[in-house]
């Protein structure tokens, strides 16, 4: 097995035994699916306005949450792990479950192509900054042991 194919085996078995069989298969249909119903053209038609207000909500939104408890947090976790953990909220299946049914309340579609943008920015900004911020937070996990070892 090549090492490409071995992580993606050690990812999928991950998966699977973390999440379960029924979870990663519903997952992946979802995400299937999802795909498959993205309406691309309507967000051409949007111009760049509704990327840029979306991102501009999608970046702060646990940042501010988890700074504002930050002093609830200090025991728990150091800076470096607050800001980890207050930049990974992507924004996915529950977003699309409230909007679904809004939708077809308000008859108003704009709510699905909305939060189908919202949900693709969120899955493309936080899947191409899981490996770098991973990477800086393994980085960082000798000076956290240090700061731990050392007396105050």
Do not use: C, K
């Amino acid at each position: 097995m090549t090492e490409p194919d071995r992580a993606w085996h050690e990812l999928l078995t991950g998966i699977l035994l973390r999440e379960g069989v029924g979870a990663a298969v519903f997952g992946t249909l979802l995400g299937l699916l999802l795909g498959l119903a993205l309406p691309v053209g309507e967000w051409a038609g949007l111009g760049w306005g509704a990327p840029v207000v979306l991102g501009a909500a999608l970046l702060p939104r646990r940042l501010v949450t988890l700074w504002t408890l930050r002093p609830l947090l200090r025991g728990v976790h150091d800076r470096s792990e607050t800001f980890f953990l207050s930049w990974f909220g992507p924004i996915g299946v529950s977003a699309l479950f409230y909007a679904t049914p809004t939708e077809r309340h308000t008859g108003n579609h704009d709510v699905f192509v909305h939060t189908t943008l919202a949900i693709t920015l969120s899955v493309l900004v936080h899947g191409l900054s899981t490996a770098p911020l991973s990477a800086w937070l393994q980085h960082r996990e000798p000076e956290r042991e240090q700061e731990e070892e050392s007396p105050a």
